[in-house]
């Protein structure tokens, strides 16, 4: 293709973009709601998914040894527990150790438990952790039945709902940002029929005289582009915004009690994904569009 | 040169709109297409410019074989024919100038290239004091000889006119035929399908009469033949 001719493409797909200033809004609004619910949608996901899995890496089962176990019969049960296929790790800690973290958790109070150093009342405990954190409650279930296991726990049904609910708002959450994107690509692509049906004359016109069928598509191909590249001006703006706001204000607020991913990195990937998406189905909505018109 | 070899078309409706044309016109030629309504004519003329294809038989048009053109150069085709319609088909929102210069736009052709030429068809065409004007500040005389000027402007070999003169007043008609004797001065083949008596009666060509996907007639310096 000749510089000129591009140039006059760029030129004739921004023009009308002008000319059908509404039909433009219209578009781009479309284009902008769509992906301002894909992005909030994708930033709640990920951070969701962030969250979970960081709980899911923080749950472990605890297994209580029996104060009348020998060191060989715990050695013994360090090996029966390595040896269980969905284990991951398997951590000692001893009796006193637990006692001490026991008394560092509860700070000043904790020291009401200082006489206890004497006559330590607790067990020794393996800390088991499983590679899938969906296999706490199988592996721990095995565990109980062992000998010298006093007590398994873990955070039993608050951990089994959690992983409940965690997967199905995943599930949803996929569905949904699916199903929207779907919805934007649709819409644009409606949307630029009515531009280009607008124009019916104009291509009509233009296959009479010999314009080939490239030259023809080009500039409603930029349109399509430009109309997806600007619906993504105003939920890059805001993810961005409040993404930052999250991060740097109300996050520090809630004082560890939830961690969101970091801000840098990740608000530029979602912002260049919905540039992505934007212009994307953009240019596939007008290309659906127009070949349509240059059938023949 | 147009020469057509046995040529059927039956649409996808059932209709069958030709019935085993053949006919042949000369190059530099001026042809009027003349019938009832319905009897063939539009899809005649439409099978000229591959607007439709012929359902069997050939059609030559300046060398090409129009029934088994590549859909992707059909464009490259339609460069050495020029088509006039009714309703002139201009862009509204282009003025006089642009509106012919946008059909060598369309087939990049260079800047000065076009300049030269638009100013050449508009002298022809006499409206180069119109040249800024849009579409529906002209009249429809104006309009027409705008749309014949984009015809023409890439030089085609063939320029066929669907009805030229059918939104006009008679005096304008004969205006607008007067710029086609012009062309067709210019040995491009002229092939117009028409209504009008007074001109086709006026203006002696030949005359190829359709009928029901039939060529009824054909005659060198043929009359109208129908009434009104």
Same mark, same amino acid.
């Given at each position: 293709m000749k510089a000129r001719t591009f140039g006059r493409h760029l030129r004739e797909g921004s023009k009308s973009l002008g000319r059908n200033g509404w039909m433009t809004f219209a578009s781009a609004s479309a284009v902008t709601v769509t992906l301002l619910l894909v992005g909030v949608f994708f930033m709640l996901m990920m951070n969701l998914n962030h969250i979970a899995k960081l709980i899911e890496n923080d749950v472990e089962i605890r297994v209580h040894v029996d104060a009348a176990a020998t060191a060989d019969d715990r050695k013994a049960m360090k090996e029966k527990l390595d040896a269980?296929? $969905?284990?991951?790790t398997v951590t000692f800690s001893s009796k006193d150790k637990e006692l001490k973290d026991l008394i560092n958790s509860m700070?000043?109070?904790? $020291?009401?438990?200082?006489?206890?150093?004497?006559?330590?009342?607790l067990n020794d405990v393996f800390v088991v952790k499983t590679k899938e954190p969906t296999d706490v409650a199988k592996v721990a279930k095995q565990i109980e039945k062992y000998p010298y296991a006093a007590k398994v726990q873990y955070g039993q049904d608050q951990v089994e709902k959690l992983f409940k609910v965690l997967k199905v708002a995943r599930n949803i959450g996929v569905v949904l940002i699916l199903g929207l994107l779907f919805t934007a690509m649709f819409l644009i692509s409606n949307t630029i029929k009515i531009t280009i049906v607008a124009r019916r004359e104009e291509i009509e016109i233009m296959r009479l005289v010999g314009a080939t069928n490239s030259f023809i598509r080009w500039p409603f191909f930029i349109e399509g582009l430009f109309l997806g590249v600007l619906g993504s001006i105003v939920p890059i703006a805001v993810i961005i915004g409040v993404y930052s706001v999250l991060y740097n204000e109300v996050q520090p607020k809630f004082d560890g009690f939830f961690e969101l991913l970091p801000a840098f990195p990740f608000v530029l990937q979602v912002s260049l994904l919905l540039l992505l998406i934007g212009g994307l189905i953009g240019m596939w909505g007008s290309t659906l569009s127009i070949r349509k018109f240059l059938r023949k | 040169m147009i020469e057509m070899q046995n040529v059927y078309k039956t649409y996808?409706?059932?209709?069958?709109?030709?019935n085993g044309i053949s006919i042949k016109i000369n190059q530099g030629e001026f042809a009027y297409i003349v019938g009832p309504s319905g009897a063939g004519k539009s899809t005649f003329i439409k099978m000229m410019y591959r607007e439709e294809k012929p359902s069997s038989g050939n059609i030559i048009v300046n060398g090409a074989n129009v029934a088994k053109i590549k859909d992707s150069r059909v464009p490259i085709f339609r460069r050495h024919i020029g088509v006039v319609f009714q309703d002139f088909k201009l862009l509204p929102k282009l003025t006089v100038y642009e509106n012919i210069a946008f059909a060598l736009e369309v087939i990049e052709q260079s800047p000065e290239e076009i300049k030269k030429r638009v100013l050449e068809v508009l002298e022809l065409v006499k409206l180069k004091g119109k040249m800024d004007s849009f579409p529906d500040e002209l009249s429809g005389g104006e309009q027409q000889r705008v749309s014949i000027a984009r015809s023409i402007v890439n030089s085609p070999k063939v320029v066929i006119a669907d009805e030229p003169t059918g939104n006009l007043d008679p005096e304008t008609s004969w205006e607008i035929m007067d710029i086609f004797e012009e062309i067709n001065k210019r040995d491009t083949t002229i092939l117009m399908a028409t209504h009008n008596r007074e001109i086709v009666n006026t203006i002696r060509k030949r005359v190829i009469a359709i009928e029901n996907g039939n060529v009824v007639r054909d005659e060198v310096r043929g009359e109208y033949g129908y009434e009104g």
């Open positions: 269980i296929k $969905q284990v991951d700070g000043d109070e904790g $020291q009401a438990f200082e006489p206890f150093e004497q006559q330590n009342p | 996808p409706n059932g209709v069958k709109a030709i």
